[in-house]
């Protein structure tokens, strides 16, 4: 492991891990339990940081929230 970030607290508990060979891990803790959310290949080498975006919409990782119609 390289680095993580937690995301934000309207999210729960969830963490972002990124790993030496260049992926990207995302946790959530389900009552007391660290299941993995989503695992992907973010670059050919290490990832060095990660960061969250702003809080602004929990659409994408809160799957009974709802879009915002435009």
Same mark, same amino acid.
């Given at each position: 492991m390289n680095c993580l970030a937690w995301a934000p607290w309207e999210y729960g508990l969830v *963490?972002? @891990?990124g790993l030496? +060979? $260049?992926t990207i891990v @995302?946790?959530?803790n389900e009552g007391g339990v660290w299941n993995e959310i989503s695992n992907f290949m973010a670059h050919a +080498? $290490?990832?060095n $940081? *990660?960061?969250?975006?702003?809080a602004t919409e929990p659409a994408? /990782?809160?799957?009974?929230?709802?879009? /915002?119609?435009s």
């Open positions: *963490l972002a @891990v030496a +060979e $260049g @995302v946790l959530r +080498e $290490g990832v $940081g *990660l960061a969250w975006g702003p994408l /990782l809160c799957p009974n929230s709802t879009q /915002l119609s």
